[in-house]
């Protein structure tokens, strides 16, 4: 594993990777503040470096991109309100129903191509009081996720995005982007990431995914909106205070995590071509657009992810017949022939 050695390949996830010496050398040279008084100097260079990046007014560090989203969603929405969302999306699958608990909305699930919701599907799916004598709840804010997690790593078309925002819009509804893995889709599609969300109001990025950071992510929106968000962040326990330390690995992530991110997504290509190959295992081809492989097993995938750790390859495994493989900067060309080599000789 490139500048972390270990005898394991670590597949599950590129939130396993750990910082470079040159990040940590970062991290030790901040200069700090206190954040929740305004005053760490390198969190305020993230928050505006980030903002500037998204072509957004402002930015808020936050410790998670979960918490990320779930300011997002309480500063746009009120108790009552609905949100749309794709029903495979992080935010309807894998953050503990915060939606509900911490802003008491309800969500209406948008079915999707490899997690894309097409304009046509959202619009459908947005409903105002107005609509039915007030028996319906205000749709209030559709989110989407670029690049969709359970999609496989697939991102949004360009077109397709402005027509959700332009709905969106149309319908008073705030746009919303669980933008985990912005950057992946910016790489992926050629896009300047400004341009991605040009029309979205708020924008969640994690700087802990293929960035390579070890905690937190960005929260970027109109001025007005983040200064209304700082508050959520309070009250849900996120103020933190000489936070600069882990600001500077954003930031060192910025200068030099970005342009590889390509490399990731070369040797994802390159795992799921391999493994679709192999008796047993099936990918989806055309849906490995980043860093992320999905495989089809016809041994339960249990069973395929525990003898795979029992040689070094540790993968994850997301149901009674698929697993996830993630590249990130640890995996290196080595690491997928190993990966390779012991799906070859897996045996039921």
């Given amino acids: 594993m490139f500048e972390h050695p270990s005898d394991r390949v ?23 503040g206190d954040d929740v008084f305004g005053e760490d100097p390198t969190v305020i260079e993230l928050q505006e470096r980030m903002a500037s990046i998204m072509g957004k007014e402002a930015g808020l560090l936050v410790p998670s991109g979960t918490m990320s989203n779930a300011i997002a969603i309480r500063a746009h929405t009120q108790p009552g309100d609905e949100i749309i969302t794709e029903e495979h999306s992080h935010i309807y699958v894998y953050e503990a129903g915060g939606f509900a608990a911490l802003s008491g909305c309800s969500v209406a699930l948008v079915a999707g191509n490899c ?8 619009a459908r799916k ?13 749709g209030s804010l559709v989110c989407i996720e670029n690049t969709s997690n359970r999609g496989g790593g697939t991102f949004y078309p360009q077109s397709v995005l402005d027509e959700i925002a332009r709905v969106s819009k149309e319908s008073s509804c705030a746009l919303h982007v ?4 912005i950057f992946n889709a910016a790489e992926a599609s050629g896009e300047d990431p400004a341009r991605i969300v040009r029309d979205c109001d708020t924008v969640s990025i994690c700087i802990s995914k293929g960035l390579g950071a070890p905690v937190g992510g960005v929260l970027v929106g109109s001025r007005s909106l983040i200064d209304e ?52 295992f099936d990918v989806d081809i055309e849906s490995v657009r980043t860093n992320m492989v999905y495989v089809s097993t016809e041994s339960p995938a249990s069973e395929v992810a525990a003898w795979l750790g029992g040689v070094g390859i540790d993968v994850l495994d997301l149901g009674s017949n698929l697993l996830r493989l993630v590249t990130h900067l640890h995996i290196t060309d080595e690491d997928i022939d190993k990966t390779v080599h012991a799906f070859k000789n897996f045996s039921s």
């Fill in 178 to 181: 669980d933008g985990a893995r």
């Fill in 229 to 280: 968000a700082h508050r959520w962040r309070k009250m849900f326990g996120g103020g933190m205070r000489q936070a600069g330390v882990l600001a500077a690995a954003g930031l060192y992530a910025l200068d030099h995590n970005r342009a590889r991110l390509s490399d990731d997504h070369g040797r994802a290509q390159r795992l799921a071509k391999e493994l679709s190959a192999i008796a047993g």
């Fill in 126 to 138: 947005i409903r105002k009081p107005g609509d039915c004598m007030s028996h319906y709840p205000n």
């Fill in 10 to 32: 670590d597949l599950r996830s590129d939130t396993i990777t750990q910082p470079t010496p040159g990040m940590r050398e970062a991290m030790l040279s901040a200069k700090l």
């Fill in 115 to 122: 997690g894309i919701m097409e304009p046509e599907a959202v």
